[in-house]
């Protein structure tokens, strides 16, 4: 089983308006660390949001909010405010474990926002 | 503000001859990693290392690659003998350990194209 789904290999958007990307992960490890990146056409990995297994609130950072949903095992991104900066590659990631090692990436979801 | 750096952004090779893709993680950091994006598909994990030795690869990395911290700051993967399907992106992350988030900080990656 994939441990990380992304289901939404294209979204577009109009300027200024919230964009949910979704993202489902699978694990049995009770411990667990989630990951949003942000790939723009330039090719650098960017690092926008992290949500812990444990964390009682879900995540945000300025424009990015994480809706954690931990019985349903998702992570989805949302964007709002969205911006022509905006366009880029999202990767949904997880880390297993307190001291998981590796990262299990999505396959990905190209935004584009629309003038 | 600190980052990843890897050299060369872009190397060219023949097929059979050996590559060595160099980055230099972030200071303090402890866990590095090397992934790689075949062109427009997703990032999969290669190899990660702490304490100056591999602590997980997956099955891609082979006999081919090997990965090396020679001087406690540049960590390098060599491909020994490159073949046209090893054509992608590398990309070098590093982490600084399990006591934070714990995200990983990528380097602007290195294409490289095998002909």
């Known amino acids: 089983a994939q441990k990380i789904t992304q289901t939404q290999p294209g979204m577009f958007v109009q300027e200024k308006e919230a964009v949910t990307l979704d993202c489902t992960y699978d694990t049995s490890d009770p411990s667990y660390g989630l990951f949003w990146y942000k790939q723009p056409s330039s090719g650098e990995m960017i690092f926008l949001i992290y949500?812990?297994?444990?964390?009682?609130q879900n995540a945000t950072e300025g424009r990015y909010s994480l809706n954690f949903q931990k019985a349903r095992k998702s992570a989805n991104l949302v964007i709002s405010a969205s911006q022509l900066g905006d366009s880029a590659m999202y990767f949904c990631?997880?880390?297993?474990?307190?001291?998981?090692?590796?990262?299990?990436f999505g396959t990905g979801t190209s935004l584009t926002v629309i003038p | 503000e600190p980052e990843v750096t890897q050299t060369p952004s872009h190397q060219v090779t023949q097929m059979g001859q050996e590559v060595i893709l160099r980055c230099v993680p972030i200071s303090n950091h402890l866990y590095f990693y090397w992934y790689r994006q075949i062109l427009g598909q997703k990032v999969e994990f290669l190899v990660s290392f702490y304490n100056n030795e591999i602590s997980e690869k997956s099955e891609i990395f082979d006999d081919q690659f090997s990965v090396e911290r020679p001087d406690g700051s540049n960590f390098t993967l060599k491909i020994r003998s490159t073949k046209l399907e090893d054509s992608a992106m590398y990309f070098c992350?590093?982490?600084f350990g399990s006591g934070n988030t714990g995200e990983l900080f990528f380097g602007e990656g290195s294409r490289l194209t095998v002909l």
């Open positions: 990631a997880m880390r297993e474990g307190l001291t998981g090692n590796q990262f299990y």
């Open positions: 992350a590093s982490r």
């Open positions: 949500q812990g297994s444990y964390d009682q």
